[in-house]
């Protein structure tokens, strides 16, 4: 026997749950005659180094060097400006205003068109310096080494940059494949980093392997072992001799079969 409930109206079931009618608000809804409390000068103690957001989704287009040489992918995204003594906090608006107006422009992600958006973030909130850093997957094609059959790899992309009124520009990036990797570099620098890091592990990963090339990578895997401290080593030694990079951090994880722990070490070293 189908239980039949008496249910009153949805407004009257908001209002039994605790819900009023709105109260009509007397302070002003246009902008013009809102005060801006945020931009009223006074002393507030401190000057903040960074604030802004963080955990912006948005779609991006990047190059790349090795195949497919035009992407489309999702870029996490952080800003943050300075907040000089005098300014109670910024409008925070005019940061996703502005990454919707570069996206608007079909801008494609580099370090060149990254310093330009973090000066330009730094005039349009009338601060003396921001940043912006961006974190993405970065595809690339990779041919199984004995069928040869194509598929896609990925790696994670980490770019920041920085710009100062008076020091100018600062810009780091990183990479996450076997291992993580960061460091200040010039502008082209995915395929290169990707190599450091894959070319001292054991063996490559692939996205597609048949039988034959499964053989070939187990066995290059057993005869080339490394331990991750191994791995770290031998991946600083290759950003050492890279005369472009003036300092480096690694981490590198291996991730256990045999053991109930993950093994990991970290490395960080300055040229200067």
């Not at 009153?8 to 246009?30: C, L, M, N, Q, Y």
């Not at 180094?49 to 287009?61: A, E, M, T």
């Not at 460091?183 to 995915?190: G, I, L, Q, R, S």
Request: glycine content about 4%; charged content about 25%; some cysteine.
């Amino acid at each position: 026997m189908e239980r039949k409930l008496h249910l009153p109206a949805k407004p009257e079931r908001h209002r039994r749950f605790g819900s009023v009618e709105a109260v009509k608000g007397i302070k002003p809804t246009d902008k013009e005659q809102m005060k801006d409390i945020q931009n009223t000068p006074n002393d507030y103690f401190f000057d903040i180094d960074h604030v802004g957001v963080s955990n912006v989704s948005h779609p991006i287009l990047i190059a790349s060097s090795l195949k497919p040489f035009t992407q489309t992918t999702i870029g996490a995204f952080s800003f943050t400006t300075s907040l000089a003594r005098d300014r109670k906090g910024i409008n925070m608006s005019r940061l996703t205003e502005q990454l919707q107006r570069y996206h608007e422009a079909n801008w494609t992600v580099d370090f060149h068109t990254l310093k330009d958006f973090a000066k330009d973030l730094a005039g349009n909130m009338e601060q003396e310096s921001a940043s912006v850093s961006v974190s993405f997957p970065w595809y690339f094609e990779r041919i199984s080494p004995e069928t040869k059959l194509s598929g896609l790899m990925h790696a994670d992309i980490h770019m920041t940059v920085s710009y100062h009124e008076n020091k100018g520009f600062s810009q780091t990036a990183g990479i996450t494949a076997h291992i993580n990797e960061q460091a200040e570099m010039p502008d082209d620098f995915k395929a290169e980093l990707l190599a450091a890091a894959e070319t001292n592990a054991s063996a490559k990963l692939h996205p597609v392997l048949k039988r034959p090339d499964e053989k070939r990578v187990t066995e290059q895997a057993y005869e080339n072992p490394r331990f991750v401290e191994d791995v770290l080593r031998l991946t600083a030694a290759d950003l050492y001799e890279m005369d472009w990079i003036s300092a480096f951090e690694i981490e590198c994880r291996n991730e256990e079969s045999i053991h109930l722990h993950d093994a990991v070490a970290r490395l960080s070293f300055s040229k200067c």
